[in-house]
């Protein structure tokens, strides 16, 4: 499991402390200690990641603890993002305690974690927050910049205004030739050149909107 420190939003609430603990965030529920947070951090939208979840009690000296089995036998987990809420399947770790449910975050942003039931017969009703969900220019290597696109538009631009000049050159030279019966018109040729150079031009423009839509 990957920790990184991070500053995370505490949420206050009656009898229940919540611990940031190197990007993810301890509850205190009774004698349990739940702590949740991504299986990888920094989360990337459209990577795939995992809600992960650590249940325990203290242990037999102070700074041992024992994690809890069959934790979400009555426990409830639902991920929500914004006004949107998903009930999660809960897998077991093999490690005691450690639970998880495989997500691929579609959108950058705030994600909280609904628990609600009971461990045990403990009680669990409590709203965590998440590290936000970040675009993939947290990993870009090296970083994209719009002046690098800049002259492959100028490029497709003047590749449009070649284009031109090459149908008003086709349509002035075949202005000046005399086709005779059973032979393709003058007209009927120039169609046929400009149809072609139609063709790459439209191939061109569908360029040049595939990099406006990528920036």
Excluded: C
């Excluded at 403990?122 to 936000?132: A, N, S």
């Excluded at 202005?175 to 139609?198: I, Q």
């Amino acid at each position: 499991m990957n920790y990184h420190l991070v500053p995370l939003v505490i949420i206050p609430l009656i009898g229940l402390g919540f611990l940031p603990v190197f990007g993810h965030t301890t509850v205190e529920v009774g004698p349990y200690a739940i702590e949740v947070g991504w299986g990888i951090e920094p989360p990337v939208v459209g990577f795939r990641n995992d809600f992960v979840f650590e249940i325990s009690e203290p242990g037999e000296t102070e700074e041992v603890k024992s994690g809890i089995k069959n934790a979400f036998k009555n426990l409830e987990a639902t991920a929500k993002f914004g006004g949107v809420t998903k009930k999660l399947d809960i897998n077991s770790d093999p490690r005691l305690g450690y639970y998880f449910s495989s997500v691929i975050p579609t959108r950058t942003g705030s994600f909280m974690i609904l628990l609600k039931g009971d461990v045990n017969g403990v009680p669990v009703d409590v709203e965590i927050p998440l590290e936000d969900v970040e675009s993939t220019a947290v990993l870009d290597f090296p970083p994209k910049s719009d002046s690098s696109s800049a002259p492959d538009v100028a490029a497709l631009k003047n590749s449009l205004s070649s284009i031109q000049k090459d149908v008003i050159n086709l349509k002035s030279k075949l202005g000046g030739v005399d086709t005779g019966p059973g032979e393709f018109s003058v007209e009927s040729a120039y169609n046929f050149g400009v149809f072609g150079l139609s063709l790459g031009a439209a191939g061109v423009i569908l360029a040049i909107i595939a990099m406006i839509k990528r920036k």
